[in-house]
């Protein structure tokens, strides 16, 4: 059943009458003239009224980098976000990269807490599912709009891009972007549904972790991306039996050994890929392995952040892995030409802003 946002305090709310002022934990906000509302229903199935042109976006709190992500491929967007959450992962933020006004906005450590939102004035928090009970409730509470999004599989992008254009009032670049994914989502899996299960090579992607001295290797879920990117991409995940719990689950090499797959997808998210991959292949305990035996064993491409994440950046990794899996399907493919074609759709770059702000952070097998 839908619950409504009816929580109204205009104290804390921005939508309040032009001849009063509001003050946020002593800072005083300039009267707004009265907006006019829209209803949403958000990835909680939580209708939810919002001002019908928001102009003060934070989003905020862990997985950040999904949602701004989303946020910036909207053209009209960037310029009202007012505050954001730090991105650390990988070659640093590319929303930073990307926005000249970045500076400008409030910056947010992941531990935020919801006086700091409230500071900052918002008129829409956006926030991910599993946000809602640390941070998104004590906003709600202060009668802040607050709207949910997962961006964790396909099927939610195209869901929870489309409910962003109509809370962004954005529809038709919603609907387009809707498109994009749906349609490359779909030329790949036409391609491999067409293949032979005893073509599909056995595939193990494999994040390799690492904190102070300590190293571990890791696999995801079965209903995480990263399975779905291998099965979509005509492979046969090897690990899918042995993975109980919601999260990455930490692998031995006499495990890897014994699964012995023929194609090893190596994910590093901190750690450059390429010199991982190289310490490994020269590592005794490592050498006789199929797949490094055959050349199979290779680094899985990123550029601000790795393709193989429930980032925009899924979509690549799609791409990417089903060329790796079967050359023969998709010839001509290379990680770089996928990734020029990707970022001038969704953030409209040209050759030279890619050549500059992105060329530079690619690593992984992506020519």
Avoid: C
């Avoid at 802040?144 to 409910?163: C, F, K, M, N």
């Avoid at 692998?251 to 797959?261: F, K, N, S, T």
């Amino acid at each position: 059943m839908r619950q409504r946002n009816d929580s109204k305090q205009p104290y804390f709310r921005l939508l309040v009458a032009t001849t009063m002022a509001v003050v946020f934990l002593g800072t005083t906000v300039l009267p707004l003239a009265a907006a006019e509302e829209r209803t949403v229903v958000d990835a909680l199935d939580r209708s939810v009224q919002i001002p019908s042109d928001p102009q003060r976006i934070v989003t905020a709190g862990r997985a950040v980098l999904m949602i701004a992500d989303v946020l910036y491929a909207f053209p009209g967007v960037p310029d009202r976000i007012v505050g954001i959450g730090r991105i650390s992962q990988g070659a640093g933020s590319f929303p930073q990269a990307l926005d000249p006004r970045f500076s400008e906005k409030t910056l947010f450590e992941r531990n935020v807490g919801p006086e700091q939102i409230v500071a900052a004035a918002p008129d829409l928090v956006i926030l991910k599912t599993f946000m809602r009970d640390s941070l998104g409730r004590p906003l709600e509470q202060l009668g802040i709009p607050v709207l949910y999004v997962e961006l964790e599989t396909p099927e939610q992008y195209e869901r929870d891009i489309a409910l962003l254009g109509t809370a962004l009032g954005e529809t038709e670049r919603a609907q387009e972007l809707v498109h994009y994914f749906k349609t490359n989502r779909e030329k790949i899996e036409t391609t491999t549904g067409r293949i032979a299960e005893s073509e599909k090579p056995s595939t193990l992607l494999l994040y390799y972790r690492s904190s102070g001295n300590d190293v571990s290797f890791q696999v995801p879920p079965r209903s995480w991306i990263q399975t779905q990117i291998v099965l979509s991409a005509g492979g046969k995940p090897v690990w899918t039996k042995a993975v109980t719990g919601n999260g990455w689950q930490t692998v031995g090499l006499e495990q890897i050994a014994a699964w012995d797959p023929e194609v090893i997808l190596l994910v590093a998210y901190n750690d450059n890929p390429d010199e991982i991959r190289d310490r490994l292949i020269m590592d005794p305990n490592w050498e006789a392995l199929k797949a490094i035996r055959s050349g199979s064993f290779v680094a899985f491409p990123g550029d601000y952040y790795s393709w193989d994440q429930p980032d925009t950046r899924w979509i690549l990794g799609l791409q990417w892995t089903a060329a790796q899996l079967h050359p023969d399907q998709f010839p001509g493919f290379t990680g770089r030409k996928a990734a020029q074609a990707f970022f001038s759709e969704l953030y409209g770059m040209d050759g030279g802003t890619f050549e500059r702000i992105i060329v530079p952070t690619l690593t992984g097998a992506v020519d």
